[in-house]
Antibody
């Protein structure tokens, strides 16, 4: 069975960085991209970027360029999203999701979400 | 960036009624459009991809239609578990989501 399991909730101070992990199982990691999507309280879903599970290439949304880094560890079948220079507006639920490499497709499997709270 | 606008913001209906949700794109997305259902405290769940294809395990009371810039999600007869928020998403090079339509019990 296909699963994406994310790391636990984080509380950070403004200006700090946070890293969220997404461990994949039940499928060939290199055949899929892992995307990151966030949802601030009461707001719409916001796409942040993706990483190719195979070659490690990435694409980051223009809105997050310079602040977001996405990496992966193929041996651990895990993707990571790091968000730097945190602000209160980054308080949100962060999700990972997958779609097939080299295909524009919908997200058929999602992680359970990780709450990130930014507060002094 | 392609902007997706969903309407209405909230739909108040009774179980057994038909729900019609709309999603309009600021530019053509061909049929690269998906619909997701999200319940409180849960991750989104894929319902429809390719504008009209049901995802695995999705009941046939859910149907999608449209292409280009105008899309519709129809729930033929609402079941109690269908009351939730629904999002459309275009999955071109930069994905974007609509702002959501809440389907609530009247």
């Amino acid at each position: 069975q296909v699963h994406l399991v994310q790391s636990g909730a984080e509380v950070k101070q403004p200006g700090a960085s946070v890293q969220v992990s997404c461990e994949a199982s039940g499928y060939i990691f290199s055949s899929y991209e892992i995307h990151w999507v966030r949802q601030a309280p009461g707001q719409r879903l916001e796409w942040m970027g993706w990483i190719n599970g195979g070659d490690g290439s990435t694409k980051i949304s223009q809105r997050f360029q310079g602040r977001v880094t996405i990496t992966r560890d193929t041996s651990a079948t895990t993707a990571y999203m790091q968000l730097n220079s945190l602000k209160s507006e980054d308080t949100a639920m962060y999700y990972c999701a997958r779609d097939p490499v080299a295909a524009y497709a919908a997200f058929d499997v999602w992680g359970q979400g990780t709450t990130v709270t930014v507060s002094s | 960036e392609i902007v997706l606008t969903q309407s209405p913001g909230t739909l108040s209906l009774s179980p057994g009624e038909r729900a019609t949700l709309s999603c309009r794109a600021s530019l053509s997305v061909s049929n690269d459009l998906a619909w997701y259902q999200q319940k409180p405290g849960q991750a989104p769940r894929l319902l429809i991809y390719g504008a009209s294809s049901r995802a695995t395990g999705i009941p046939d009371r859910f149907s999608g239609s449209g292409s280009g810039t105008d899309f519709t999600l129809t729930i033929s007869r609402l079941e109690p578990e269908d009351f939730a928020v629904y999002y459309c998403q275009q999955y071109g090079p930069s994905r974007t989501f609509g702002q959501g339509t809440k389907v609530e019990i009247k």
